[in-house]
């Protein structure tokens, strides 16, 4: 029987979201919580776009070290030979891809406005798909844009077509979260059954189904006999109205009726570092959680009533599916209410030697204090907010890396 796998696409659907953002040390602390957790791929960002290209060079060292490990690092690029060589030029280490286009009517006639037939479509992938194998992709994911929208039989021969040319998975992309958990099911069965790949699922809340549309185009790709591959954001950041909340989404596969112990992930998540993890996204994208947020709202295990607050002191069990505890919560959270020294972008080294102090990090000389100051200023410039304890010891442990992940130099400008 196939499995669950989650890739997060946090680093790539989240960061392109309007009004949103990360730094690129922010987006390489979500890859080491995603690693941390047990993800199996993060989509950490576009190997196309110059600003992003020290940041996925450094991230591909820190897997070579074996920082980011074993997480899969995978780049997103739209199907295009021409795309596909740039990512090469720019990140000639990357190893796995996502290349992407659209294949729906309304897309093919509203996007590439006649000049593009189905066919055409088929061989442009297929051109970037070889393209990617040559270059040495390890593994290529190939997404059907608007996959939700396309005819069934149009979207069996893209898939068919992808297999053929070498694809690892087809991912099925509900782009305007138009499908239902009943929709998608029947479809993603279809798909699994006749292309013969595993399938990707990718889903939208536009219509407020993104988790379940996700774990019911799981079950479809499983009962069609293949490996279910769901992408997730953290906190359901992601456009429009967001993507598959990460932590909601593996409760549902792991707590649901009918799914547990039935339709299980292949790699085991650790759901005790959710609450760290959605706290961090939170402050680096500067959006609260919602209080009633699944796992780790405010409300997730909190109880009022006079009958449910009986009933959970009696027993939780009475009102609460899941225990707090195995979100990582139930610790006391300590705010500073009195004086608090922050690093910033133009502290210095006094108040910077207290705050690394707190968090037990000591310098061999002046010299090394300094260095690392200035980076943590470079790291201020580009968050424009104080830096967590992670993210201050992460560029403690790895200046070099750290550096890298700050340069913002402009390439290829006149
Ligand atoms: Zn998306």
Not at 363 to 372: G, K, L, P, Q
Not at 382 to 391: A, R
Request: contains cysteine; proline residues 4%; aromatic residues 8%.
């Amino acid at each position: 029987m196939g499995k669950i796998y989650i890739i997060d696409v946090t680093n790539r659907d989240g960061v392109q979201t309007a009004r949103l953002g990360l730094s690129k040390l922010e987006k390489t602390m979500v890859n080491i919580y995603l690693n941390e957790m047990g993800v199996y791929q993060s989509e950490f960002g576009f190997p196309t776009t110059k600003h992003e290209i020290y940041y996925l060079r450094s991230n591909l060292e820190l897997a070579k070290m074996g920082v980011l490990k074993p997480i899969r690092l995978g780049g997103w690029i739209r199907a295009t030979t021409h795309d596909v060589e740039t990512a090469f030029k720019y990140v000639p280490e990357i190893k796995h891809l996502n290349i992407s286009i659209s294949t729906s009517e309304q897309m093919i006639q509203g996007k590439f406005l006649g000049k593009k037939n189905r066919s055409d479509i088929i061989q442009m992938m297929i051109d970037a798909l070889e393209t990617a194998r040559t270059k040495g992709a390890d593994s290529v994911g190939v997404n059907a844009e608007d996959a939700s929208r396309t005819d069934l039989d149009y979207l069996i021969k893209f898939g068919s077509a992808a297999r053929e040319h070498g694809a690892s998975r087809l991912r099925y992309c509900d782009t305007l979260g138009y499908d239902s958990p009943f929709t998608i099911y029947e479809t993603v069965k279809a798909i699994a059954e006749k292309v013969g790949l595993p399938i990707e699922i990718h889903c939208h809340g536009d219509l407020g189904m993104a988790v379940a549309n996700s774990i019911a185009g799981a079950k479809g790709a499983i009962d069609g006999g293949q490996d279910a591959y769901i992408n997730t954001t953290i906190n359901g950041i992601g456009e429009r109205a967001g993507n598959a909340d990460l932590v909601a989404t593996v409760l549902a596969i792991t707590k649901s009726k009918g799914f547990e112990g039935k339709y299980e992930l292949g790699m085991p998540i650790d759901l005790s570092k959710s609450w760290e993890i959605s706290k961090f996204a939170s402050y680096a994208f500067d959006v609260p959680i919602p209080i009633n947020q699944p796992g780790v709202g405010a409300n997730a295990f909190a109880h009022a009533s006079g009958i449910h607050a009986d009933g959970v002191i009696k027993d939780p069990q009475n009102y609460e599916l899941y225990s707090y505890s195995e979100l990582g919560r139930g610790d006391p959270e300590m705010v500073e209410t009195g004086t608090e020294i922050c690093a910033g972008e133009y502290g210095g080294i006094s108040g910077f030697r207290h705050v690394m102090g707190k968090i037990e990090v000591e310098f061999s000389d002046t010299e090394d204090a300094d260095r690392i100051l200035t980076l943590v200023r470079y790291a201020n410039v580009e968050s424009q907010k104080p830096l967590v304890e992670k993210e201050l010891l992460f560029i403690a442990k790895y200046p070099d890396i750290a550096k890298q992940l700050l340069t913002l130099r402009p390439l290829d400008t006149p």
